[in-house]
């Protein structure tokens, strides 16, 4: 096999050292500046030609920017001979707008996965991509993308950090498309679960609603969701939740995004614990999910 490299953008150090590390891989991470008119130049600084090459690219916050910055990366690493290029791209942006919900609106996550295709890149791995309307990320990006779960690794956190909880928790899942995450966090730690209705009226106000009894039972409540961004969602299934008499609540979920309060609105609700998976930096992001790039990298090298 040729020798493997992780690269990495500097918001994806963290994940990238340590997947580099389980790969026993060569690990840098790219220059990239901004010129004065907002143009971005980028350099490899080590050389790639006849290896596999692995960029981690966590895109947080200049989410535009950190994808030309990704494009200009996986055209230079063909250009300089890599031998293959597996892109992890740990949390995917626009997913949430996989579908025309007005008419003459962008389908955006399409037109980044063609963006995608067009700079080569022989696999795409990601974490929890959500694609509420789609479900099978293979349907927008083609048969070369592997998306991986952040939920193991949740569990793993929960049974060591709170090897106390079980028996009267409840695993809730917020919304319809949750429920594969819920159901997953259930097995794993062997309670049962529970999903919500949600309806959002506006980037962050939502509501939601039981769609089924609570476990009478329950006593304590598991939160699990793929993004946590304005924090609205959480906020109204915490609410909800203490409505029914439930006051130890601990929340996970895969990607902080955290954007406008919402880290503040998580750290104000007097939760029990909180935490979320390190596929982008930010204060709470302390479940490693470099075991699972690792193995999925393995696969495909
Ligand atoms: C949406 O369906 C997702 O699964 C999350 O629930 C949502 O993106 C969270 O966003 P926010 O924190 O802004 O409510």
Redesign the pocket.
Known sequence: MSSLVVLSNEKGFNLARRTAYLLNAEFAVIEQKTFPDGELYLRIPLDVRGKIVVPVWSIKEEINNDLISLMLVLDTLWDLGANKVISVVPYMPYA?QDSRFKDGEALSIVTIAKLLRAVHSDYVVTVDM?L?RIGDPRFVFGEKIINVSGVDAIADYIKNRHPQLGGKAIVVG??E??EQWASRLGMLLGLKWVVLEKERYS??E?EVKLRESMPREAEKAIII??????????ESTVNLIRKLGLNEIYVYCTHPVLSAS?LYKIVSLGLADYACTNTLPSPISTIDVSGVLASSIKSLA
């Open positions: 949430r959500h509420h917020p919304d498309e949750s980037a962050e939502v969701d793929d993004i946590i961004s304005t924090g609205g969602t959480i919402g």
